[in-house]
């Protein structure tokens, strides 16, 4: 895998989800190389939330991926072992390109999701990325001491996680991109940053509390940039996408 723009598909329903992507269709089928990969532009990697799998179920990601997307399924698991592991091995069977747990799990935790999800992917050649959440990026240090009683500085504790992540034999973690080239040096560059609180200059923030632009990302080494309602919130949804491409990957 290489550097790559994946669109938060925050949408309520499969209908509001599939009526987006199908602008894409419009755009000429490019395959850009990039690194040692393609992509194919018009067939961006998205991002499944909870909103979405929740409303719509497993059939969500059967349709993303027979329209030719790479999916990102990003649950956030976060219970004891066991249960992640055989959740873990149902979410592999999708045939998911990518998911994710949360770090706070514990390194036991996520040992037991890589052990699922390999089962569950058992038949796959390609096996999916399993990646862990630091701290949200809605989460800022003010909370995280105040609320959250974790009286280290914000980008120790985000250290410390991704730490975890790569002992745990995870890929990689999800983190704000002011964050990615600190885990890079603590845990390797192919260890992979998904970096979401992505705004293109002039965006509103929203709730997230550390944003960056994709130029930016690119700058500290995110591998991956997950952006939402920069792209989707637009009256121009793929001139923003690719600006984000070109920003992001150049
Ligand atoms: O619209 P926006 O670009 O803020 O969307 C960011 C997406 O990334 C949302 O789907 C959010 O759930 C997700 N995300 C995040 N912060 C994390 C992990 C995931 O914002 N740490």
């Known amino acids: 895998m290489g550097k790559d723009v994946i669109i938060a598909c925050d949408f309520a329903s499969a209908e509001e989800t599939i009526r987006f992507l199908d602008k894409f269709n419009k755009i000429r089928s ?34 993303l991926k027979e329209r030719g997307h790479k999916v990102f399924l990003d649950l956030k698991l976060h219970d004891i072992p066991n249960t992640v592991k055989k959740t873990m091995q149902v979410l592999g069977a999708y045939g998911v390109d990518m998911v994710n747990v949360h770090a706070g799990g514990g390194i036991e935790m996520m040992k037991a999701a890589k ?20 701290q949200l990026t809605s989460t800022d240090e003010a909370t995280m001491h105040n609320e959250l009683l974790i009286d280290v500085p914000l980008a120790e504790a985000v250290r410390q996680y991704a730490l975890n992540a790569r002992a745990a ?3 990689g973690v999800v983190c704000s991109a002011h964050e990615a080239a600190d885990i890079h040096m ?7 940053t998904v970096t979401p609180g992505i705004r293109l200059a002039g965006d509103s923030a929203g709730d997230q509390k550390r944003v960056m632009t994709p130029a930016d990302a690119r700058d500290q080494g995110a591998d991956y940039i997950v952006v939402g309602r920069s792209i989707t919130g637009e009256s121009k949804p793929i001139d923003a996408y690719q600006r984000c491409r070109s920003e992001f990957i150049g």
């Open 186 to 192: 603590a845990c390797g560059m192919d260890f992979l």
């Open 30 to 63: 490019e395959v850009v190389r990039c690194d040692d990969i393609t992509v194919s532009v018009s067939r961006p990697f998205v991002k499944i939330g909870m909103e979405l799998f929740y409303s719509e179920g497993p059939q969500i990601v059967r349709t």
């Open 169 to 171: 034999g995870l890929d």
């Open 115 to 134: 052990e699922g999800l390999m089962l569950g992917a058992a038949r796959f050649a390609d096996k999916p990325k399993l990646i862990a959440v630091t």
